[in-house]
């Protein structure tokens, strides 16, 4: 397949200029076979000579020194394999490197290929997401404070009495869509190719809804396929019936996927499993228990997905109760109790970044990544004026 090493010249390129965005990849060995894997030597040149910002066709040939046609061809592969997104535009098409995570991670187990070694980017991107949660990319994907996911309510489990606005809910923020798409779960369909199944059977196809640009680009590249609004609320019904949990951007304008996660296969609840307890944003609502209609049965706590419930005996009597500060305010743990012991209560409201620029720019701040966004930004807009007023 054309793959190279993992020499230094030809992999510490394109980790830099990965590392400019929110979330870095930790350079090690195993992400240097990851990357290796996913891109040839001359795939991992372009993209460590991409910019920040969407780049044309012309401007990525100056900076790559490559002839526009042969450079077509190769984005051409980099968009198929999910390495890059293509934006059509008034005639114009411009090209996004994506980052690691969320990313082309991601993108590698979003559609069946015989183009990668699935099976052995399975196992090197499970080991190097979580063989050190304290140093490694656990640390740098959950560590800033302001988180880059968060979680959504269940319309039916919020109280009468509140007001549930637009972003905080699935089915308002599909409503608000006009459609998008839908395909393959990339965690559970990773999972397979480790020969692992998921504790609560959900399903690995038709699950993970992608909207506005982002459906676009992956109807078109074969990775989702389009869907009405009406048949991706039937994907969130579906997701209900697996007692799975929704997650988003960490934004309220536009976002652009809505995962459907479990327990045992989700890599970002893993890292709430791992100890980031607030490394997915959370709903601004928590489970309450009625203990007098509790009976410790604890089907709840089967339900949850992050595990923030916990039956506890006491004098032959179990009783349910909340761990720590770990509850998401999803909701999912709800319609599991026969004796409809748990109810949601209002919390203090998250702060959610407005825009995806709004939201980067805090996770660059807080990670003292800022100043090259901020160049970028610049020089962007000096090519702007420049064009306007040739």
Known sequence: MGHHTTSKNSIVPLIDRLNKYP??????????????????????YIASRFP?????????????????????????QMADKGLVIDMPHKGVVYYLLLPGLIGFFEFTFMKQRADLPVAELAKLMGEYLYEDPEQGQASEFF??????TRS???????????????????REIIRRSGGGAVGLCYCRHKKEHLNETCAKNAPVENI???????????????????????ELLAVIDRAREHNLTHIT?????????????????????????????????????????????????????????????VVETENASAQLSIAGNVCLGCGTCIASCPQEALSMVPMAPPVIPHKKKDLMKLILKEKKRLTPFVVDGIKQKVKTILRINA
Request: proline share 3%.
């Open 208 to 230: 993970c809804i992608s909207l506005g640009s982002a459906a676009r680009f992956m109807a078109r590249r074969g990775f989702a396929q389009e869907k009405t609004v009406d």
């Open 143 to 148: 560590g800033s404070k302001t988180p880059l």
């Open 52 to 76: 920040l910002h969407e780049a044309t066709l012309d401007e990525l040939a100056q900076r790559t020194d490559r002839s526009p046609d042969h450079l077509a061809r190769i984005l051409e």
């Open 152 to 170: 959504l309510a269940y319309e039916e489990t919020i109280p009468v009495s509140s007001q549930v606005t637009s972003y905080k809910s699935a």
């Open 249 to 309: 951007d960490n934004i309220r304008h536009k976002p652009s996927f809505i995962c459907n996660c479990c327990s045992c296969c989700c890599e970002l609840l893993a890292g709430v499993h791992a100890g980031y307890t607030e490394g997915i944003g959370k709903t601004g609502f928590l489970v309450r228990v009625d203990t007098g209609k509790c009976t410790g049965c604890g089907l709840c706590v089967k339900a949850c997905n992050v595990n923030a419930l």
């Open 23 to 44: 979330i870095g990849l930790v350079d090690n060995d195993k992400l240097r076979q990851i990357l290796a894997l996913l891109f040839s030597e001359e795939e991992a």
